[in-house]
């Protein structure tokens, strides 16, 4: 059965959702959390759920929905800050999960490399590579490089410095707590730096990351990349890779970045969900979070409902 889960930051509606799936059997009797109930006109179920301070009602049905239908349906409840997502499945009760998170953005508020220029005062010419690379002017590799050249001569205490002015995204503390309490995994892939992973995944559960290295002599930063970049192909392939070495299938992986360069990455697990993404990760993507935050990746268990 598919699942269409609309969440909010306030009680939907019974009205709504009938004005939004006109199928759907007005009659409503019973609105407890967790109330389930047979719609016999269109074949579905509705369950409701609360959790962290955001509601969720959660439909299922045997019909699929094309893109064009979830793009429509998202565009009509966006007029009442309602995130809507269209999943073939959620995740299931008692077998362990991989969630995949990019890092800057994403499970962080900041971008790293730009802390790092501003400490190094070199912000206006990372930004303006940043630009051009946003633009289409240049590949996600060469602009890479061209932003870390930049960063020639800055000492490795400022990666401890800057990574002690990062705060976590919304949700994302929350996301913590019910991953591994759900007997799941969460790892990192990010197209940042590996310092900044290094001092994270030492402080939060996190299984294992993977980042741009950068390579250093006499205590300070070089300018160049040491060894592979992170980039959206290669986010793909670690996201396989660990769901693989982990024993998970993709179905059972959910992947959440911000940015183009975690579409790959997106579309290889069995969840993909933009958060707060930008226009390039959405054009290619079905799923995304605009209104409320982190936390509602909590109702992609099965065992939320």
């Given amino acids: 059965m598919n699942s269409l889960l609309l969440i909010s930051r306030s009680p939907i509606s019974d009205s709504l959702l009938t004005k939004t799936f006109p199928n759907l059997n007005s009659d409503f009797n019973?609105?407890?959390?967790?109330n389930l109930k047979e719609v016999s006109d269109s074949h579905s179920q509705i369950l409701r759920a609360e959790n962290f301070g955001l509601h969720c009602v959660r439909l299922l049905q045997k019909e699929s929905l094309t893109?064009?239908?979830?793009?429509?349906i998202r565009n009509h409840l966006a007029e009442n800050n309602i995130d809507f997502l269209f999943l073939r499945s959620l995740l299931p009760k008692k077998k362990e999960?991989?969630?995949?998170?990019?890092?800057d953005s994403t499970v962080i508020k900041e971008e790293v490399i730009d802390e790092l220029?501003?400490?190094h005062g070199v912000y206006e010419a990372v930004a303006t590579v940043t630009k051009q690379a946003m633009e289409g002017g240049m590949g996600f590799d060469e602009a890479l490089r061209l932003r870390v050249k930049h960063l020639s001569g800055l000492s490795k205490e400022s990666f401890k410095e800057v990574y002690d002015l990062l705060t976590l995204n919304e949700g994302m503390e929350k996301v913590f707590h019910f991953v591994k309490g759900n007997g799941s995994k969460l790892g990192i892939l990010s197209g940042g730096f590996t310092p900044v992973l290094q001092l994270f995944s030492?402080?939060?559960?996190?299984?294992?990351?993977?980042a741009n290295g950068l390579e250093e002599a006499d205590g300070k930063f070089t300018g160049e990349i040491f060894g592979e970049i992170i980039n959206r192909e290669k986010k793909e392939f670690y996201l396989k890779q660990y769901a693989k070495d982990l024993n998970i299938p993709l179905e059972q992986v959910v992947a959440v970045g911000d940015g183009a360069n975690d579409a790959l990455m997106l579309k290889a697990a069995g969840v993909g969900i933009g958060i707060h993404a930008k226009t390039g990760l959405k054009d290619?993507?079905?799923?995304?979070?605009?209104?409320?935050?982190l936390s509602a990746l909590i109702f992609l268990f099965e065992d939320t409902f």
Avoid: C, G, H
């Fill in 97 to 103: 999960s991989l969630f995949v998170f990019d890092m």
């Fill in 117 to 119: 220029a501003r400490k």
């Fill in 30 to 34: 019973n609105k407890s959390t967790n």
């Fill in 284 to 293: 290619q993507i079905i799923n995304w979070i605009d209104f409320t935050d």
């Fill in 202 to 210: 030492e402080k939060y559960p996190v299984s294992f990351y993977r």
């Fill in 67 to 72: 893109r064009d239908q979830v793009v429509t």
